[in-house]
């Protein structure tokens, strides 16, 4: 049975849906990191990395390679920095958007609608 779309792209955002992972995917986007490198980026256990890299290696987001006792992971495809770079954008936005309404209250003006983006 095949999985309708809707249905795969939730999962696709579930697995990306950890703060390690999303960190991760963040720092391979400045190109290919050693373990001990992202290690050294983020604070977590070295168990904990270790998982959270094999759920983006066994999802194809990212991809490995070993010399000697060195691993090094790297982002499997540019889309993954676009979409990181999408969300970015949008987070702007939605955070602009209230920082816009809290100086509005502040101030007590009428809080005017944001007018809509243009979706092209």
Not at 23 to 48: C, F, H, K, T
Not at 67 to 80: C, K, P, R, W
């Amino acid at each position: 049975m095949q999985v309708p779309l809707y249905q795969a792209k939730a999962e696709f955002f579930r697995m990306l849906g950890h703060p390690v992972r999303i960190r991760v995917l963040e720092l391979l986007q400045a190109g290919p990191m050693p373990v001990r490198d992202l290690l050294a980026e983020i604070d977590v256990e070295a168990s904990n990395l270790s998982q959270q890299l094999a759920v983006l290696r066994r999802s194809g987001i990212v991809v490995s390679t070993r010399e000697g006792s060195t691993v090094t992971y790297a982002l499997a495809g540019g889309d993954v920095a676009d979409l990181l770079r999408a969300a970015r954008r949008i987070l702007t936005e939605m955070l602009a958007g209230r920082n816009e309404l809290l100086a509005e209250l502040r101030q007590g003006q009428p809080v005017a609608p944001a007018p809509d983006p243009v979706r092209t």
